[in-house]
């Protein structure tokens, strides 16, 4: 089996010497449908659930990985263990965070409170 890709993102399917245009190299429908590009594997896909998942990209753009190109990379994960030092670590980033935070809003209170001396300084002269 062939693919060739038009201008028009319609995929051309040669099958046994036969061209068919229409059709999700996933699910085979060959109804009218708007056809995208997976973008791992490069082939067209129509844009039902079962057939493709999509992702948010740059510039208001989606990315597309076909169903089947979901299930190869997916065997290639692993998973990864979450440990007790992962969860220390995570907590000593949250405590720090949590002490910055604390810090700026100090500091804003008090630029607020000399703001409000300096207004009435203004007022009283």
């Known amino acids: 089996m062939t693919q060739l890709c038009s201008k028009n993102i319609q995929y051309i399917k040669?099958?046994?010497?036969?061209?068919v245009t229409n059709g999700c190299f996933v699910c085979f429908e060959d109804n009218q449908k708007k056809y995208e590009v997976c973008?791992?594997?490069l082939l067209g896909v129509c844009r039902h659930s079962e057939c493709v998942d999509i992702f948010p990209h740059t510039?208001?753009?989606e990315y597309l990985i076909c169903a089947d190109c979901k299930h190869t990379i997916e065997k290639?994960?692993?998973p990864i263990a979450y440990?007790?030092?992962d969860q220390y670590e995570e907590n000593m980033e949250n405590h720090h965070k949590q002490k910055l935070l604390r810090q700026v809003e100090a500091e804003k209170v008090g630029y607020e409170n000399a703001l409000m001396y300096i207004k009435l300084l203004h007022i009283i002269q």
């Open 59 to 61: 510039d208001n753009t």
């Open 76 to 78: 290639k994960l692993k």
């Open 83 to 85: 440990t007790e030092k």
């Open 39 to 41: 973008r791992h594997c």
């Open 14 to 19: 040669i099958l046994n010497d036969d061209i």
